[in-house]
């Protein structure tokens, strides 16, 4: 598919803040951080999201529409691994193998630092499960009633990826 994938800079961070406002809003139950307010976070918020793990943007005829983003673990004995977060595709963009793109070019960075990337995955997001379970994230756990909103519950699935 004609899209270009690149990393992120700290320069890139109003285009982060937008999508990822976009994202949170077009698909609110999806995330985790849904209930955040993501809106009145200062820009060095995003820019430390950018310098302290990793962003890579898809972007089709100049316009980001699309990334997913990696943040190392900080404990001493977890620097090993790094968590996914924010995967998100614009809708009309969907099913054309741009998130496979993002994927390998986030594995691509993480290869070179971490052995393994997890990801917390909504367990009533069919969509994502499923693109999931076809690029090599394995289930390894579910944590019941991790997020509550509104006065309801979700559970949210724990999917691993080892790169060795
Ligand atoms: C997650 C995301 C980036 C994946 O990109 P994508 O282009 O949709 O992924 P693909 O189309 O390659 O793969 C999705 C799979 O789910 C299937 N699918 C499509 N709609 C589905 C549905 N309603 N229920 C279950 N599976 C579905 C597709 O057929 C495909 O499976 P296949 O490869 O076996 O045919 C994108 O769907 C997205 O942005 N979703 C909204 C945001 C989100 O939920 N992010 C994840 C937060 S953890």
């Given at each position: 598919?004609?899209?270009?994938?690149?990393?992120?800079?700290?320069?890139?961070?109003?285009?982060?803040?937008?999508?990822?406002?976009?994202a949170l809003k077009a698909e609110?139950?999806?995330?985790?951080a849904f209930c955040a307010s993501i809106e009145k976070r200062p820009l060095s918020h995003f820019k430390k999201r950018l310098t302290k793990g990793a962003v890579f943007g898809a972007f089709r005829k100049g316009k980001l529409v699309g990334f997913s983003a990696l943040r190392?673990?900080?404990?001493?004995?977890?620097?090993?691994?790094?968590?996914?977060?924010?995967?998100?595709?614009?809708e009309p963009l969907r099913?054309?193998?741009?998130a496979m793109e993002l994927i390998d070019a986030i594995e691509g960075f993480a290869r070179e630092k971490f052995d393994v990337i997890?990801?917390?995955v909504v367990d009533k997001n069919r969509r994502t499960r499923r693109f999931l379970d076809r690029v090599g994230y394995?289930?390894?756990?579910?944590?019941?009633?991790?997020?509550?909103?509104?006065?309801?519950?979700?559970?949210?699935?724990?999917?691993?990826?080892?790169?060795?």
């Open positions: 598919m004609a899209g270009v994938i690149r990393q992120l800079g700290e320069s890139d961070a109003k285009k982060l803040r937008t999508i990822w406002i976009e609110p139950e999806m995330y985790e190392p673990v900080l404990s001493p004995g977890a620097r090993h691994k790094a968590e996914m977060w924010g995967l998100y595709l614009r099913g054309k193998g741009l997890n990801v917390r394995k289930l390894y756990g579910i944590e019941r009633r991790a997020i509550r909103s509104g006065g309801r519950f979700f559970d949210v699935e724990l999917r691993a990826k080892r790169l060795l």
